[in-house]
Structure formats: structure tokens, C-alpha cells
T-cell receptor
Framework: GENVEQHPSTLSVQEGDSAVIKCTYS??????FPWYKQELGKRPQLIID?????GEKKDQRIAVTLNKTAKHFSLHITETQPEDSAVYFC?????????????FGRGTQLTVWP | NAGVTQTPKFRVLKTGQSMTLLCAQD?????MYWYRQDPGMGLRLIHY???????AKGEVPDGYNVSRLKKQNFLLGLESAAPSQTSVYFC???????????FGQGTRLTVV
């Protein structure tokens, strides 16, 4: 089955700096890679996603890059703000025999200091 | 349009007791999921379903059973609760592969 590794587990940045979170996956059949943000006591919510036919996607201060050959994808947050503080999860969704599965990494606790 | 709703929100069980968690979605989604969330462990997939009447095991299925008799509902059962099953449980659903998954509000379960 799929194995999603996420690093780092904690990340502290100063307001205005950039933050980068990296994930690797093991199943070459995976073709969909979403990122979720979970604020304390809340449910995870999608912030951006990328499909395997795309190398990069941006949405305002957030971008995601995908390297299918190396099986890794990254989340980039620019101009961080205190409200970006949360736990971020990467995920991978498979095809073929693992159709329908949605696997998550262990999460990154991002803290943005004012 | 309520989205994904989990019942109950909180529950305390004694070791050996059984219970069922209900997940209901009103978005006509095909896929439904049950995850558990423990500190430092992320979201671990327990069981999932790709359609009415079908279920499959995820990463940590032991001690849990599921049923999807109706498309809009996905039930998670604990036959004999153990303290190791103390966790926050999240249900999620999505339309198909490569689409956004929507989560319920979570169920905090404590087994004493």
C-alpha cells in the first residue's frame, strides 16, 4: 500500500517568512495530492491540491510542487501570517488496485510568530 | 446542505463495551472514509468504501467493523472497546478519486 512521509513534524517561522513542508510517497500509481489545514479543535480542510499531470499550482500565497519521478511534493507558504499557524497534512490518493484510498502524512505543526 | 455529520460528538466507553459511530453525508458522494487521529500519528485510515454495499480495510482496521448499507451513511463499529481505541475519529467523503474530501466535525472517544 501507499506510504506517505511528511517532514518536518514541527516548523516555526517569523511572520513574513516563507514555510516549506515536504512529503514523499511510495506508490507510483498515486495521482492526486491534496494538502489539508487543521486548526486546533477543528476538522481538516482542503487548502490546495495537485494532480499528477501538473508540476506546480499556485493559489495566492500558497503553492504546491510535484516531482513524479522522485515521488515527492511540497507545500510552499509565502509571507506567512499568524493565522497560518495550524497543523498541515499532505495526502496521496491512489489508482489501480488502491483506487479510492486516501493516505495522509503525520502532519506538520506550523507556528508563525508575530 | 449539512455536508458530513458525525454522531455522537463525544462518548466515554468502558472497556469491553460496544458502540457504533454514524457518519452521514448529503452530497451524494461515492467514497466514504473513517480515520482515527492520535497525537503525532496524523490521520490513519481505518476502513473506507467506494460505493454502497462495498467496504475495504485501511491501515489500522483491527478492532473495527464498518457497513455501508445506504450510500449516504457509513457506520463504524467497535465490538469490544479497548483503551487503545481512545482517539478522535473523523469521517470523510468525496465524490470520486482526484476530488476534495470533506470531513465531519470529529468524534472524541474515550475508553476507560
Amino acid at each position: 500500500g501507499e506510504n506517505v512521509e511528511q517532514h518536518p513534524s514541527t516548523l516555526s517561522v517569523q511572520e513574513g517568512d516563507s514555510a516549506v513542508i515536504k512529503c514523499t510517497y511510495s506508490d507510483s500509481a498515486s495521482n492526486y495530492f491534496p494538502w489539508y489545514k487543521q486548526e486546533l479543535g477543528k476538522r481538516p480542510q482542503l487548502i490546495i491540491d495537485i494532480r499528477s499531470n501538473v508540476g506546480e499550482k499556485k493559489d495566492q500565497r500558497i503553492a504546491v510542487t510535484l516531482n513524479k519521478t522522485a515521488k515527492h511534493f511540497s507545500l510552499h507558504i509565502t509571507e506567512t501570517q499568524p493565522e497560518d499557524s495550524a497543523v498541515y497534512f499532505c495526502a496521496a490518493s491512489g489508482g489501480g488496485s488502491t483506487l479510492g484510498r486516501l493516505y495522509f502524512g503525520r502532519g506538520t505543526q506550523l507556528t508563525v510568530w508575530p | 446542505n449539512a455536508g458530513v455529520t458525525q454522531t455522537p460528538k463525544f462518548r466515554v466507553l468502558k472497556t469491553g463495551q460496544s458502540m457504533t459511530l454514524l457518519c452521514a453525508q448529503d452530497m451524494n458522494h461515492e467514497y466514504m472514509y473513517w480515520y482515527r487521529q492520535d497525537p503525532g500519528m496524523g490521520l490513519r485510515l481505518i476502513h473506507y468504501s467506494v460505493g454502497e454495499g462495498t467496504t475495504a480495510k485501511g491501515e489500522v482496521p483491527d478492532g473495527y467493523n464498518v457497513s455501508r448499507l445506504k450510500k449516504q451513511n457509513f457506520l463504524l463499529g467497535l465490538e469490544s472497546a479497548a483503551p487503545s481505541q481512545t482517539s478522535v475519529y473523523f469521517c470523510a467523503s468525496r465524490f470520486l478519486d482526484s476530488t476534495e474530501a470533506f470531513f465531519g466535525q470529529g468524534t472524541r472517544l474515550t475508553v476507560v
